[in-house]
Each structure stands twice: as structure tokens, then as C-alpha cells.
């Protein structure tokens, strides 16, 4: 279950992303889990960073609250997130496995 949020944390930070390039140019996103003060429920975040200062941060949210998304400034720590361009590589399919010889009988 925990790696489907990070799944879709992944996923939201990728459409950002894609649809606001210049805006995200020379950053990237880290996820941060924290616990909900009010409900104790452990919370994961998107963290996009690293910005200058207080002003870059506001400029930043203002940008993103132009097309939709929620912002709130927090430290910049967490685990970084595989960049976008290398997240989905493609594996040559497994090998079917072969069924081993099953000696002749009954009950085997």
C-alpha cells in the first residue's frame, strides 16, 4: 500500500512537472513524511526545491497556485525522487521458467 502513494506521488510530481518545464527548470522533488497534528496519520509530501530564498519560494507558490496546485513552503529534505527521464526503464521480459522433470509415479 505505502508504495502506491509513492506511486502517485511520483505521478503527480511528474504532470507538474511536464506541464510547467520552466517553471521546475533546475529543480527536483523529494518525498518527506510527516504526522498529521490533528489526526496522527502519517502524511507523505511532495517537496520541490532547492530555491534561493523566502521571496524565490513565494514567487514559486504563486506560480503554481496559477494552475491549481497547492503549495506551502517546508524545509527541503526528504528522499530525493528518481528523475523523471530515467523512472520508467524498460526490462527485457523474464525467461519463462521451465517446469522441472517430474519422476514417473503416483504420488509425485
Known amino acids: 500500500m505505502f508504495y502506491l502513494f509513492i506511486f502517485q506521488i511520483f ?3 511528474a504532470s507538474t512537472k511536464a506541464t ?9 522533488g523529494v518525498v518527506s513524511l510527516r504526522e ?3 489526526t496522527r496519520a502519517a502524511e507523505l509530501r511532495l517537496i520541490a526545491g532547492p ?3 523566502a ?3 513565494n514567487r514559486f507558490c504563486a506560480a503554481l ?3 491549481n496546485r497547492y503549495c506551502q513552503p517546508a524545509g527541503f529534505e526528504g528522499q530525493r ?3 523523471v527521464d530515467r523512472a520508467i526503464e524498460r526490462r527485457p521480459a523474464p ?6 522433470r517430474r519422476p514417473f509415479g503416483l504420488f509425485q
Open 11 to 13: 505521478l503527480r510530481w
Open 20 to 28: 510547467n518545464p520552466a517553471l521546475f527548470e533546475g529543480l527536483y
Open 36 to 38: 498529521n497534528a490533528r
Open 51 to 53: 530555491l534561493a530564498d
Open 55 to 57: 521571496d524565490a519560494v
Open 65 to 67: 497556485a496559477t494552475v
Open 81 to 83: 525522487l528518481v528523475e
Open 95 to 100: 525467461k519463462p521458467m521451465q517446469r522441472p
